[in-house]
Nanobody, 112 residues
Framework: QVKVIESGGGLVQAGESLRLSCAAS????????VGWHRQAPGKQRELVAY???????NYADAVKGRFTISRDTVEHTVNLQMNSLKPEDTGVYYC??????WGQGTQVTVSS
């Protein structure tokens, strides 16, 4: 069974940055689609960004220009660099390794 682990969440002020990292217990992380999702309190989980095995990336409109998803094939991780954070970015961030391997999530809190 593949285990997915997120790290890097925390509490920051608006305008600051955080870097989330997603690691898996299998090297399939390097070749598969990996997405970052988030769930704010009282809201549905939503896709933030994803990266394909070939390196194609896509972002939600709310984070374009502020977030960058990337793959580190040496460390076997997929990272989400989040800059210019806003209070509305607050939520639990989950990593999804296709097709259906979810991590437990990491909390991101942005204070105003």
């Amino acid at each position: 069974q593949v285990k997915v682990i997120e790290s890097g969440g925390g509490l920051v002020q608006a305008g600051e940055s955080l870097r989330l990292s997603c690691a898996a217990s299998s090297s399939i992380l390097d070749a598969n689609v990996v997405g970052w999702h988030r769930q704010a309190p009282g809201k549905q989980r939503e896709l933030v960004a994803y990266i394909t095995g070939a390196g194609f990336t896509n972002y939600a409109d709310a984070v374009k220009g502020r977030f960058t998803i990337s793959r580190d094939t040496v460390e076997h991780t997929v990272n989400l660099q989040m800059n210019s954070l806003k209070p509305e970015d607050t939520g639990v961030y989950y990593c999804l390794l296709s097709p259906d391997h979810w991590g437990q999530g990491t909390q991101v809190t942005v204070s105003s």
